[in-house]
């Protein structure tokens, strides 16, 4: 059993967006937990309406390739992604498998662990705090030391919310 990482972001109705992605991905696999879900603003656009942004840890024995092809992007079109030429678009979701255990892979299609990792205090304060142990497969580097080193001023946990999906989770997500 891998221990897998998920980097959950959404700009058009996150709210919604976010814990129906985190709805679907616990009743595909096994959540082994939830990061605080961060509010942050649109990379290089402040037009575009904040993000709220987060990781999921899960178990998993699918290979990462099919983690990213066939759980997240099934669970991404169905909550009504619409990929297009600008990365940079607003999305309902973006789900991207960013580590998968000790695993270190540069193919065309997967990168592990994502090397977005080392530069978005999104993703690397969330993976720290749920595996603050972690040594980035690939680089040698300590999460805790990756995430210290990024700016944290853009980030506004959003506690009352995170709480609410953990709470959803342990109760596997009863609660309509």
Do not use: W
């Not at 169905?78 to 990929?83: N, V």
């Not at 977005?116 to 680089?139: K, S």
Request: glycine share 6%; charged share 30%.
């Amino acid at each position: 059993m891998a221990r897998a990482f998920i980097g959950i972001g959404s700009n058009i109705e996150p709210a919604k967006n976010v814990r129906a992605a985190i709805r679907s991905l616990a009743q595909q696999t096994r959540v082994g937990g939830i990061s605080m879900v961060y509010c942050t603003d649109a990379l290089d656009h402040p037009e575009q309406p904040p993000y709220y942004n987060c990781v999921v840890e899960i178990e998993t024995e699918t290979p990462p390739a099919e983690v990213q092809h066939d759980l997240l992007r099934p669970i991404e079109t169905s909550l009504g992604r619409k990929r297009s030429e600008d990365k940079y678009a607003p999305r309902t979701i973006d789900l991207d498998l960013i580590l998968y255990g000790d695993l270190a892979i540069d193919a065309e299609d997967i990168k592990l662990p994502d090397p977005d990792i080392l530069e978005r205090p999104f993703l690397a304060t969330p993976l720290f705090e749920l595996a603050p142990d972690l040594v980035l497969a690939g680089y040698n580097l300590r999460i805790g030391e990756i995430a210290a080193r990024l700016p944290q001023d853009t980030m506004r946990p959003m506690e009352d919310y995170t709480r609410l999906l953990r709470e959803e989770a342990s109760r596997g997500f009863d609660v309509k």
